[in-house]
């Protein structure tokens, strides 16, 4: 199990160039990848996408990436002898033209912004291939850290669906209780109305057996050992199980409002209110499981 929570970062180097990439990843019901190259390599996003794609199944990944092209620090400017170069054309052909020739400060200037050097462009497959090896990197850090945290859901999740099973073990013993509370409680209502009526009067049967119909929660309590036995199968599984996991809390949740809507018992109503509240907690961690 993963959490969709990581953080990863790689370096990388060659031939003067060095990329610096960092990726993230939040919570997110799919998979959604953001990756902003410069313009000249934007062509090589569909690979970054592709390898976090690869190795992830939902979560929002967020890409940043740093290019430093070190062997080219003075790219631009123009070198001595170019000026000098400059310098002397510019007096031939004022020469030339009978006009008086005079350096300033802002003669060097302007002739440095017409002769200055473009910066080479970077080698595009020295840069794929730094940024390539450095995104599988970065992913490795990032998916050991959704594995740790992914390993410390999984015994939180583990303990809270314990003790949601342990609670509907304590219903089950309660139940067969139920129909005879309330025998009791409609016997002793109808004394203290004064009707005589006799206990075993048809419409008394009658209601009795309405009230058990109606309270019988053995469905219910099956069903929730079912997805029990499920949650923990699926807590176990090595493939992304979030959105399985969050359809089963669905499905549990709707077992316990049916058991709470069916009890008129004070202690299971207190343990159903106790399990949903678990329940809620269970809800909260799964919307960060991958």
Known sequence: MRSMTGFGR????????????????????????VCSLPKEFQHLERKVVEAARARAGRGRFQFSLEIRNERNVAAGLPTDE?????????????????????????????????????????PEKVVEKLLLGSAEAALDDLIAMREQEGAALKLDLETRCRSISDTVSEIKEMAPDMVTKYRENLHARLAKSGLEIDLDDERVLKEIALYS??????????????????????????EPVGRSIEFLV?????????????????????????????????????????
């Open 250 to 290: 669905q499905e549990i949740g709707r077992e316990i409002n049916t058991t709470g809507s069916k009890s008129c018992s004070i202690e299971i109503s207190k343990n159903v209110l106790a399990m949903k509240n678990e329940l809620e907690r269970i809800r909260e961690q799964v919307a960060n499981v991958e």
């Open 10 to 33: 790689a370096e990388r180097s060659a031939d003067g160039i060095s990329i610096s990439l960092q990726v993230s990843s939040v919570n997110r019901k799919n998979m959604e990848v």
């Open 213 to 238: 119909d109606r309270s019988d929660i053995s469905e219910e309590m099956t069903r929730l050992d079912s997805h029990f036995e499920q949650f923990a199968d699926l807590l176990n599984k090595d």
């Open 82 to 122: 170019q000026i000098d170069a400059g310098l002397d054309r510019l007096k031939s052909i004022l020469e030339r033209h009978g006009s008086p020739y005079a350096v300033d400060a802002g003669t060097i200037v302007n002739l440095a912004k017409l002769i200055e050097t473009k910066t080479p462009k970077l």
